[in-house]
């Protein structure tokens, strides 16, 4: 259907050429006649467009900038054809090229300043909202009846006992890979049976509980993020306030509350599982009976250790929450918004979990707890 | 009255339906639903909330497949092509969705460049460039909107620019799903207006899904009306009124029907005084 534009030039006595076009001056048929106008030299008095069989937008958009380049009369067409050609030329509009780029250096210097400013404004926004979180409480412990009961439940629900199975599998094959690690090592000391130190120390005092941090993160934290940040875009939160419900009390408190809860029993229960996994190790490639192993693991392990463990579950479970929430109260704008945020709350809170962690660690061998 | 009549010849039909038949799940929106869309003329669809207007068009476009029925578009068949032939028939029309549908990554002169640069690689920047600002003002959009992001934007200005990227390729036929809901009325009438001065410099055939009866009067050719799974009637306002359908009776001669007609009447008295 499409009949490519083309054009010939026709030279006349009176001084400058004529171009004359044929064919269809549409985008579909248009090929490379921008750039072959772009090549036409000397000079163009008149452009003929009477023998053009259709004319669109673009094509009276390359005629037009050519025409106007180049000081050419444009003739020929058509009644039709010439609006459009006139509505095109009367939505012409110089367009702002975009700022040079400055030096590299500026440039990285911008960066690193720009990156720094964020993460500043970041941490007042957190601990800003930190002390929301903490008035939230205060509020809802003032007037037991605006906790909202049923929401926690459910968070409890979707938080732990959903988590149950991941965290499960996880934490099997930490204290498998860990037992099996350790006994490669001390097999060289001939010290085999220190494997078990290892595996009940470790998962308790630390893994159980880091890891269990680090996919809470990733499994609740980012939904909050996500949750609050679409419920942000569609106004739900605006809502909400119109109506006289806090989203703080509402949303913020509910979420906190389940992980804080959830996050000791989880990170206790991921050291068991890590414990199995490492005595199953124990006994099918060291040959120590299960019975045997628990006993050990009663021998060496202190009590001390499981306190250690449990002290720090609500603590980074409170940062997981709150960053999660945080994040989302954040989104302003578009869908991408909400992407970006949700990646930052994992981000933050494994950072700041794994930053409390080495605060513990120091703080825990201070007070004696070794 | 159920079928629209053929009076038009083959050639002239951009889109034809015959018996289509559309649901989700046990759910049947259409049942044997016949249309007609003549070339150059604006086609206001009209019908209840849940009738399927939004789903007609999806079906049309190619986004939703009919359980049976058939769709012609620019005398071709449209269901079951192949990607490449589809591709082709597609570059021929644009499609303003509700919301706008601007791709919120992109400015506005991006978002007019996406299909230029899908369909048209060979189009050097600077052309591009220079497309997506002419095409922006065309719109109605004042040119400092074009490097805007979506988010920057009114609803208003969000229309007019999905309308610009729905006007990217030249298109000869152009989808408005309820274009002017959600603007206030002196944005709606210039919607309107804008639609009107479009089709006539660009020789463009219109398929408008809407709810606002100003719209049908001011610039609609036809109406077409959905209900009972089908469309029940083409035409004129004043062939459809001359109808004795309950839905169109309320439709038309409701409160807001009447207010419509009266203000279009005062509007072309002063078009003469």
């Given amino acids: ?370 | 009255m159920s079928a629209p009549a053929p009076s038009a010849s083959r050639d002239d039909i951009v889109i034809r339906v015959r018996n289509l038949k559309t649901g989700f799940g046990d759910q049947i929106v259409h049942d044997g639903l016949d249309l007609d869309v003549r070339r150059g003329e604006i086609l206001g669809v009209v019908g209840g909330s849940g009738t399927g207007k939004s789903v007609l068009m999806r079906s049309i476009i190619g986004l939703q497949t009919p359980i049976e029925g058939e769709i012609e578009v620019f005398g071709e068949n449209t269901i079951g092509r192949e990607e490449t032939e589809a591709t082709a028939i597609r570059r021929r029309w644009g499609i303003l969705f509700q919301g706008g549908a601007l791709f919120s990554t992109l400015t506005v002169s991006e978002n007019v460049q996406v299909p230029l640069k899908e369909y048209y690689p060979q189009l050097d920047q600077a052309l591009l460039e220079e497309i997506g600002a002419y095409k922006v003002v065309m719109t109605g959009l004042p040119p400092e909107a074009a490097p805007k992001y979506p988010a920057e934007l009114s609803g208003g200005m969000k229309k007019r620019a999905g309308l610009a990227r729905a006007l990217a390729l030249d298109p000869e036929l152009l989808f408005l799903d309820e274009p002017t809901a959600g603007l206030d009325p002196i944005g709606a009438a210039a919607f309107d207006e804008l639609t009107a001065s479009l089709q006539k410099t660009l020789g463009l055939t219109v398929f408008l899904i809407t709810h606002d009866l100003d719209t049908l009067y001011a610039i609609c050719d036809r109406v077409a009306v959905l209900a009972d799974r089908k469309v029940i009637a083409v035409g004129t306002i004043p062939e459809l009124l001359a109808l004795d359908h309950p839905w169109i009776q309320e439709y038309f001669n409701g409160p807001r029907g009447r207010a419509a007609v009266a203000g279009s009447k005062a509007h072309r008295a002063e078009d003469r005084g």
């Fill in chain 1, 1 to 370: 259907m499409s009949v490519l534009a083309d054009f010939e030039r026709v030279d006349s006595d009176s001084g400058g050429a004529v171009l004359r076009f044929t064919g269809n001056l549409s985008l579909a048929s248009l090929g490379d006649l921008p750039d072959r106008l772009d090549r036409v030299d000397g000079q163009v008095a008149r452009i003929d467009l009477s023998q053009v069989a259709r004319i669109d937008t673009v094509g009276a958009w390359v005629i037009h900038r050519f025409a106007r380049d180049r000081e050419a009369a444009v003739e020929g067409l058509q009644p039709a054809s010439r609006h459009l050609f006139d509505q095109v030329v009367a939505a012409e509009h110089p367009i702002e090229l975009p700022p040079k780029p400055e030096s590299p250096f500026v440039h990285l210097l911008a960066e690193i300043g720009d990156a720094v400013f964020t993460a500043m404004h970041t941490l007042y926004g957190l601990l800003g909202f930190m002390g929301a979180t903490v008035i939230a409480f205060w509020n809802v412990a003032t007037h037991p009846r605006r906790f909202r009961f049923h929401a926690t439940v459910h968070r409890f629900e979707v938080v732990g006992v959903s988590a149950l199975g991941i965290i499960g599998l996880m934490s099997f094959l930490i204290g498998v890979v860990i037992a099996q690690q350790g006994a490669v090592q001390l097999r060289q000391f001939g010290a085999e049976v220190y494997t078990i130190n290892l595996v009940g120390r470790i998962t308790l005092r630390e893994l159980g509980v880091l890891m269990t941090a680090i996919m809470v993160a990733g499994r609740s934290g980012s939904a909050f993020a996500a949750q609050i940040g679409t419920m942000k875009l569609t106004e739900e939160i605006d809502a909400m306030r119109t109506i006289g419900v806090s989203p703080m009390e509402a949303l913020v408190v509910p979420r906190t509350i389940a992980v804080v809860t959830m996050l000791p029993l989880l990170g206790f229960y991921s050291a068991l599982i890590g414990i199995i996994g490492g005595g199953l190790l124990c006994w099918v490639q060291l040959g120590i009976p299960p019975i045997t192993f628990v006993q050990r693991i009663r021998e060496v392990v202190p009590l001390d250790d499981l306190w250690v463990g449990l002290i720090k579950a609500p603590v980074f479970g409170a940062i997981i929450a709150i960053a999660g929430c945080f994040q989302g109260m954040q989104v302003e704008g578009d869908a991408e918004q909400v992407g970006r945020r949700t990646t930052t709350a994992v981000v933050q809170a494994i950072f700041l979990v794994i930053v409390l962690d080495a605060f513990f660690a120091v703080f825990f061998s201070q007070i004696g707890w070794i």
